[in-house]
């Protein structure tokens, strides 16, 4: 009980943007998912032992065994994977029918998955919250507050048309945190409209946070249509939430953005990927997206490929198929008929 109160008293803490100064120490991803983990799978005592309080706790304490089982054996098979030969034997044991059926079984959520729909309904079982865990809300504030290393590619390519940039559409943009960091670095104009588009209950924190921020160049919007013809689109560690690819997403609007950033973004080597993202007291089903397929659709809608960087914050690893191991990328793309300025 100890521990649920202390989760709550901890999102309170997390999710009131303003309040985010009274935490003393920046506790980093992992360290707060370690620290909690126990807490979420934690079977709940109740006051009576009913019958019905004794299969619910029976039901949280198999959920908890499944959930350590499937994290042990993923990190175990991660592992492995890093060298040839555990590469080899782990590929020998995932297309050995019973032997795979088996380890899939193990690895619970995760598990590779058909559909994003599928894992999301699937990770539910083991996991009540997701991108609503207050935890996004209180780490992208501090984001906000920071330069992280792979934001420097984003403010190279931006810095030359930083000062003429009017619109912005940030997919998945959370409390709008990139806007903070890159307007510290590049100063952006006055005159800038910077909409986030994120899931519903992410607006209210995003526009509570401009407002202590005295920040009116920050909208929000649930629009996907609003991306039409903007000077920048943006997403970051954000587009493998979407089963789309981010080609067919922009074909659809009137018109395409100049600009588009893809940054912090896992992609698979070979063919699109549906597995979980694992943050300990939340999870979220991804699907990492053909990395070739991403790029070549992008160019036949008509964008040139500007840059690409290896973004080395964060892993892909998905732990059935090491071969699918890699950094996380970050791209810019130009729309060829247009120049912002002079060259660009
Ligand atoms: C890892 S955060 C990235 C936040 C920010 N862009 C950054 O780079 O720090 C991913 C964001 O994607 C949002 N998201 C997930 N699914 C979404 C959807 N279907 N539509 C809009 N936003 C979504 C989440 O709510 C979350 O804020």
């Known amino acids: 009980m100890f521990g649920i109160f202390r989760v709550q008293s901890d999102a309170v803490r997390f999710d009131v943007c303003g309040r985010t100064s009274k935490v003393q120490s920046t506790p980093d991803e992992k360290s707060v998912s370690r620290r909690l983990l126990p807490v979420l799978v934690q079977p709940r005592l109740g006051p009576a032992m009913t019958l019905d309080g004794i299969l619910a706790k029976l039901k949280n304490s198999l959920r908890f065994l499944r959930v350590a089982v499937a994290r042990n054996l993923a990190r175990t098979l991660n592992m492995l994977g890093r060298g040839a030969f555990g590469s080899r034997a782990i590929r020998a044991a995932r297309d050995a029918p019973i032997i795979g059926s088996f380890v899939r079984t193990l690895l619970a959520f995760y598990q590779p998955f058909s559909t994003l729909d599928a894992a999301e309904i699937y990770i539910r079982r083991y996991f009540s919250s997701g991108h609503d865990h207050p935890y996004h809300s209180y780490i992208h504030t501090r984001f906000g507050e920071m330069t992280r290393e792979s934001d420097y590619p984003v403010l190279y390519h931006l810095a030359p048309i930083a000062s003429q940039l009017r619109s912005v559409f ?36 995003a526009l509570d946070y401009a407002r ?32 789309d690819k981010l080609a067919a997403m922009l074909g659809g609007l009137d018109r395409l953005p100049k600009i588009v950033v893809v940054n912090r973004s896992p992609f698979s080597k070979k063919g699109d990927i549906v597995t979980v993202h694992d943050g300990g007291q939340y999870a979220v089903a991804c699907m990492l997206h053909d990395i070739d397929t991403f790029v070549q659709g992008m160019i036949n809608l008509g964008y040139e490929l500007v840059a690409r960087w290896p973004v080395h914050e964060r892993r892909t690893q998905v732990p059935l198929f090491p071969e699918l191991s890699d950094t996380y990328w970050g791209f810019c793309f130009r729309l060829n008929s247009v120049c912002m300025i002079e060259g660009t």
């Open 170 to 205: 940030d997919l998945g943009g959370s409390v709008g945190n990139l806007f903070y960091a890159y307007d510290r670095e590049l100063h952006l104009s006055p005159h800038l409209r910077w909409a986030i588009n994120d899931l519903p209950h992410k607006k209210q924190l």
């Open 212 to 243: 202590l921020k005295g920040e009116n160049r920050i909208g929000f919007t649930d629009q996907f249509s609003d991306a039409s013809g903007v000077d920048l689109f943006i997403v970051t560690g954000a587009l493998h939430y979407f089963k």
